[in-house]
């Protein structure tokens, strides 16, 4: 089983709907058995609240339903617990690495990492209030980390 964790800063825009999208391509791919998929956020702001209503419509949009999650914090046990710790921008790895106590074992990656645009960011839809950016990015990249586990 492959324990995948995505973070972003709250948890309730880019790293929620990277879990439900990654929950998705792995259930259409007949292998849900094979992963755990979580999300988790760096900051404590938005701790408990629910995917954030537009991010909720664009997975709707495609048919994907994110109900029952609610925001939590990333943690040092976290980086014990899965296998790749998914960050959606620069700013989430360096807090990640701060509350992991660092990355001894490589686990700690960009999501476009796994894609041809290494090194770069998924943006923050919160600033940006640009969803379809943020869905085609995420669906880049979960498609591309479905096919790394192939």
């Not at 292998?31 to 408990?48: K, V, Y």
């Not at 943006?123 to 669906?139: K, M, R, S």
């Amino acid at each position: 089983m492959k324990n995948i964790l995505f973070i972003c800063h709250g948890n309730i825009c880019r790293s929620p709907m990277a879990e439900f999208v990654m929950k998705d391509l792995v259930k259409k791919a007949g292998r849900a058995s094979q992963f755990h998929i979580e999300s988790a956020a760096t900051s404590r702001e938005e701790l408990g609240n629910p995917v954030y209503p537009p991010a909720r419509r664009k997975l709707a949009e495609h048919g994907i339903n994110c109900s029952g999650h609610a925001a939590r914090q990333l943690t040092s046990r976290d980086y014990d617990e899965y296998d790749l710790l998914i960050g959606m921008d620069r700013s989430n790895l360096r807090t990640m690495q701060r509350i992991c106590g660092g990355d001894p074992d490589g686990k700690l990656h960009l999501l476009l990492d796994f894609t041809d645009r290494q090194g770069k960011e998924v943006a923050d839809p919160w600033y940006t209030g640009d969803f379809d950016a943020v869905w085609e990015d995420l669906l880049e990249g979960c498609q591309a980390l479905l096919r790394e586990y192939r």
